[in-house]
């Protein structure tokens, strides 16, 4: 089973800096990693998804990069509406078992 | 845009059961591959369930599996989920997801791009 890490668990920030929130999987994923962005009493919203590919109507300055165990989701410039709980995903090969990271909670600082 | 309502969710009690409901609009539901993730009370995300398209092929997590069916009808645009032999640990909030990608040996770019609002379980005597 695939264990994914996320680092750190809080992360205080004030708007306009830049955020800069990891994962790390316990074996390679390739490149099959997304990124959710959850805010208080809101249902999880897909923002990335094979570790770099914004979904459809995410901003600019969200953006994914990493491939293997290492990823990194970065927000170029932080927007009060950013701060959120973000997770990291990823599908087992065989069988079909999604594991989430236990999350980042982006706060204001 | 992808509308997606759960119902069903309430409180029961431990050892009950309780059959949850999505309903789908606003994009081609025949054609997708539908999932239940839930979120404990200030936890994470938890996959419980996925089905495939024609509905021919289920799986779900260790945590649920022998007590939760996942099943659908397409012809009601439906997604359910039967839930059997509750516990205290299956109280969440329940999402129904629909999932981009397929559950294909090997596609694992396989991810949730569109969420309910979600329906509350609360399991308590």
């Known amino acids: 089973e695939i264990v994914l890490t996320q680092s750190p668990a809080i992360l205080s920030l004030s708007p306009g800096e830049r955020a800069t929130l990891s994962c790390r999987a316990s074996?390679?994923?390739?490149?099959?990693l997304a990124w959710y962005q959850q805010k208080p009493g809101q249902a999880p919203r897909l923002l990335i998804f094979?570790?770099?590919n914004r979904a459809t109507g995410i901003p600019a300055r969200f953006s994914g990069s990493g491939s293997g165990t290492d990823f990194t989701l970065t927000i170029s410039s932080l927007e009060p509406e950013d701060f959120a709980v973000y997770y990291c995903q990823h599908r087992n090969h065989w069988p079909p078992e999604y594991t989430f990271g236990q999350g980042t909670k982006l706060e204001i600082k | 845009e992808v509308q997606l309502l759960e119902s069903g969710g309430g409180l029961v009690q431990p050892g009950g059961s309780l059959r949850l409901s999505c309903t789908a609009s606003?994009?081609?539901?025949?054609?997708?591959?539908m999932a239940w993730v839930r979120q404990a009370p200030g936890k994470g995300l938890e996959w419980v369930s996925a089905?495939?398209?024609?509905?021919?092929?289920?799986y779900y997590a260790d945590s649920v599996g022998g007590r939760f069916t996942i099943s659908r009808d397409n012809s009601k645009n439906s997604l359910y989920l039967q839930m059997n032999s509750l516990t205290a640990d299956d109280t969440a909030i329940y999402y129904c997801a629909k999932v981009r990608g397929s559950l294909r040996l090997g596609e694992s770019s396989s991810y949730f791009d569109s969420w309910g609002q979600g329906t509350l379980v609360t399991v308590s005597s």
């Open positions: 074996q390679t994923v390739f490149r099959y």
């Open positions: 094979d570790a770099s």
């Open positions: 089905l495939s398209a024609s509905g021919g092929a289920t």
């Open positions: 606003k994009f081609s539901f025949s054609t997708s591959v």
